[in-house]
């Protein structure tokens, strides 16, 4: 009887589990799998991917599995992990922009990159996913002082006068924002 696959991974909304057997295995702890080919040709309309192990203690105990995403000739960009303690995780995939405009989609252009990795060099990867988290929140702030900001129509010190539902007001317009493109904030990494 054949093992059980090593992982998987889903893109939520959008397929069913793809084991690592439909990964190519490009050495023994490396596998890629062509998003374009294999799940859909618009990957931009895919927010969200899940890794996970497929079995209990299937790794060895200091070993984890990274998560990487590459567009065209871009480098690989770390997304999260799983390990024995942590078997499952859902990442915003938050694919890169390009300086050309967009990426046509095609075979090959879109990879998902699994990598078996010590769990030291792991943990050090999760913390700058912690500065992208601050960043975001960073962003967040900056939205809002800017929506407040446009209330301001004569200088008042240090001070920004407000209507009394701006919170509100910026809270519905941000939200509708989000909704129909939630990487805006992410985007333009020059912006802040």
Request: charged share 20%; hydrophobic share 40%; proline share 8%.
């Amino acid at each position: 009887m054949a093992a059980p696959p090593l992982f998987g991974v889903f893109f939520v909304g959008h397929s069913y589990p793809i084991f690592a057997s439909h990964f190519t295995q490009v050495d023994p702890t490396h596998w890629v799998l062509d998003v374009c080919t294999t799940v859909i040709p618009n990957f931009w309309d895919l927010k969200e991917v899940s890794l996970f192990l497929t079995q209990p203690n299937s790794l060895e105990p200091s070993a984890a599995l990274g998560l990487y995403i590459k567009v065209g000739p871009a480098e690989w960009l770390y997304r999260g992990c799983v390990h024995n303690g942590h078997p499952s995780e859902v990442m915003p995939l938050q694919w890169p922009s390009t300086e050309q405009g967009g990426v046509l989609p095609g075979p090959g252009v879109v990879q998902i990159g699994v990598s078996l990795e010590p769990g030291v060099e792991i943990i050090q990867k999760e913390g700058s996913k912690l500065g992208a988290r601050e960043d975001f929140a960073k962003r967040v702030g900056m939205d809002l002082f800017r929506f407040m900001e446009s209330f301001q129509t004569q200088a008042m010190g240090d001070h920004i006068v407000v209507p009394a539902n701006a919170l509100d007001r910026w809270f519905i317009k941000f939200t509708d924002k989000f909704r129909r493109d939630p990487d805006f904030l992410t985007r333009d990494r020059d912006k802040l």
